[in-house]
């Protein structure tokens, strides 16, 4: 009976799926995302300073329609990586990300988000967030400057605006 | 009544990049254990493999809130066992610099208590004076916002741009109003009084005893400063106090870093008023000698000493960074026997900031 | 008290039991002391001096001479501040067996350095109450079993 209604459930999304893919709905779909992207307050290296003052008044990315960082990740779906990822902390970044809902997002701040930056030969690092995450952005620059982060931000809307919007796929 | 065990961090708006373990019964702690290492990315190990000047950008990594005084130790180490002196009109520029990251670190610290304590304009203020004031006074000296690495072996990397003076007098003025309006929306506040007078009282013998350094051991009664009491650079040519709280509770040690924002503006002022002309640099040789040496600056957080060992190569043998964060670790166990709601104020009291531990 | 008094206290009171006391420069006098030895020294240097406050311990390895070196960095705090003078102690240490008594009993201080010391070096401070990992990841041991990044022998990548 289960596998019966499973099957049932999984037609009707993949219905829904298209039917929400055919373009005014999609753009609407999209849109709605747009402008509330919650991020996953996680510092894991010196990026921060900079994070912190792209969301105070000087730079101010709330504007973009990124909230300002909160607590709860449950309910967060952009996860802003700012800087090195250290084999403790890689444990912890996969795990928070695994307990945000979907759809989520993932921004590489710094270089050492990206291939390990400064500290390449390190013993204690991952080099690169994205051998343990899908990453959607990477802002290069040691650390970034504020208004790198915002055009990130801008980067991300886009890629979230022409994307297809998908529903099937659990994670 | 049976305890509690849950961790703080690392994801939490209150740790940064870091793990309290905290053992609660009804409300109070009794025992809060701080976790370090989400941050160790080795640069002590890294330092080894790479030549002397290389290092500087790799070592300013660790505190990039405060990233003057930490490379100003690991430079004058460097010249103690070149055998350099540093010209006059670089020492003053190295003064200006670390005055100035002292003030960056420290709104950036009154910043988050602000947060912390529920004080959200404090938030945005410290914030936004601290990007519109000081890093870009920062930026339009050294060219970058927060991490320089201007502060080289032998000077600074480059001259004070034309017209740095007026703009920065310009800045501090500005500043010196703003600092009279945190203190009557904030200092002067009787919630925030309430919630950090009296709250992680360290005493003075104690504070001695734990060994912890900066603002923290000011705030416990005790003058410690090494700018006035192992002069460095050019601080031994400068007018300014020393301020010094005796109650030790977390209220004294905020009191001490936001006296010390009022007092390195004068520092900076004087440090213009008194600059020398001259070299802004002097030739270095990518060889140092074979020695050791200890060099000590006082950090926006405290005591940051700096030990190198050289063998003579273009690479240094050991290099080991004693950072003021580091050595207020134990200071974590004034939490012991308070409320839940007061860790917030001690921990931010203590201006941990984790990477500096870790490095 | 100045640095040429101290270094002649030092040489009358231990003589053979502690190396030549080295004055480096002005405010800094290094003393090397066996391990043996340490506990007499660390006690005496601090009630006679009141050298009540430790800056740093660090470790130093050195796999030519088969030794590590751990180095204690001293001052003394009063309520005016700190003494400008610096008393480093440094301790040999065999590097096949690496142990040497903690000073805990004498700096409470000592106690995160040491554990750092004991982690990235691998030396053993006996009588250290909690010599636990600190800054390394939870699998070290399976990553990297028995090995300590900072000792000279420990390479990395690009080396």
Redo the contacts between chains.
Sequence with gaps: MSAVGNAFVGRLRSLVEKIVNVNPIRYLVNWSKLYSLWP???????C???F??A?????DIGRMGVAA???S?RQCDLIIIEG?V????A??VKK?YSQMPSPRYVIAMGACAISGG??Y?????IKGVDKILPVDVYVPG??P?PEALAHAVLLLQDKIRKGRVNITKGE | MSSMYFSVGPQHPGSGHFRMKITLQGDIILNAEPDPGFVHRSVEKIAETREYLQNVPLIERQCLSDVSSVTLAYAMGIEELLGIEVPPRAQYIRVIMCELSRIMSHLYWLAILGIFVGHSTMFMWGFGDRDILITETAEKIAGARVSYSYIIPGGVRYDLPDGIKEHTMKTLDYFQGRLKEYDAIFFSNPIFKRRTKGVGVLSRSEAIRLGVTGPTLRGSGVRGDIRKDAPYAAYDELDFEIPVYSEGDSYSRSLVRFREMKISSSIIRQAFENLPEGDFKVKTRKKVPEGEVFSRVEAARGELACYLISDGTRKPYRLKMSTPSFRNLPGFSLMKGSMLADMPPIYMSLDYWPLETDR | MNEAQIIDELRDKFGERIGTPERLRQHRIVVTVEKENLLDLAKFVKDTYDLNYAISVSGIDYPEQNKFVVVYHLCKMSEEGHLPLVLTLKVPVNRQTPRTPSLISIWQSVEWHERETWELFGIEFEGHPKLERLLLHEDWDEEFPNQFPLRKDFLLEDE
């Design positions: 996953v307050h996680l510092t894991t290296a010196c921060s300073v900079e912190g003052a969301n105070c008044p000087r730079f960082f909160f607590g990740l090195t250290t084999k403790k902390m444990k912890r928070i400064l500290f030969n390190s013993y204690n690092i040691c650390p400057r």
